[in-house]
């Protein structure tokens, strides 16, 4: 077919719309519940974060159902289809997603919705487990030697010195000066194994509190 007779195709007002069956949009519905619902276990799988956040899991799967409600009728109609892509250029999204894989998530479960919108089920069905593999083999391979602690540490002003002595390589993130004394929260790299390390703070003299916690995202 030359570029002409594809033009000619795609105004010809005979194929502006094609009707949509029941069969078509449950089958459309139920091909994206299933593939979502195994994103939706990729993602509980996968997740590496601080605090798993169930309703945005959820909201994976209802994404991907409101998208392929969206896309069925854009699928079959032009006009509706041209209307639809000047309506969602105006959407903006207020809420911030900080950790990268949840875009991915999202972008997963969109692109889900739009694919079974538009008949391709093949494609979803699998496509889907194959980005899965993938994604869980990075999850579970080692790219980094140490990984991301947050270390706070409560102590008299005599003992600063040797504070600052016992964990060398660190990043300030806050410190607080009170009359009991002085709270340090600092950023360090260690290997899980390594964590014991921490025993020692405490027993340097002056030093009442010693706390590490995991992190895997910016601290404001």
């Known amino acids: 077919m030359t570029l002409e007779e594809l033009i000619q195709e795609f105004l010809n007002p005979a194929n502006a719309y094609q009707a949509l069956t029941v069969e078509r949009v449950l089958l459309s519905l139920m091909v994206t519940f299933g593939v979502t619902l195994f994103i939706f276990y990729m993602y509980r799988k996968t997740f590496s974060g601080v605090i798993y956040t169930r309703n945005f899991n959820v909201g994976l799967v209802l994404t991907g159902l409101v998208v392929t409600l969206v896309v069925l009728p854009i699928s079959s109609n032009i006009a509706l289809s041209l209307g639809m892509v000047g309506a969602l250029s105006i959407v903006r999204f207020r809420t911030a997603i900080k950790d990268p894989a949840d875009i991915v998530f999202t972008f997963w479960a969109i692109a889900v919705g739009i694919i079974s919108g538009a008949g391709l089920y093949m494609i979803a069905i699998v496509g889907s487990p194959v980005i899965g593999l993938f994604m869980f083999v990075l999850s579970r391979a080692s790219f980094r030697s140490n990984d991301p602690y947050l270390l ?18 660190h990043k300030l993130r806050s410190r607080t000066i009170n009359p009991a004394g002085v709270e340090l929260i600092l950023e360090v790299r260690m290997k899980a194994k390594d964590a014991s390390q921490v025993d020692e703070l405490l027993k340097i003299k002056g030093v009442s509190n010693a706390a590490l916690v995991s992190y895997n995202a910016d601290v404001a």
């Open 152 to 169: 706070v540490v409560n102590y008299s002003s005599e003992a600063e010195e040797a504070v600052q002595k016992a964990v060398p390589k």
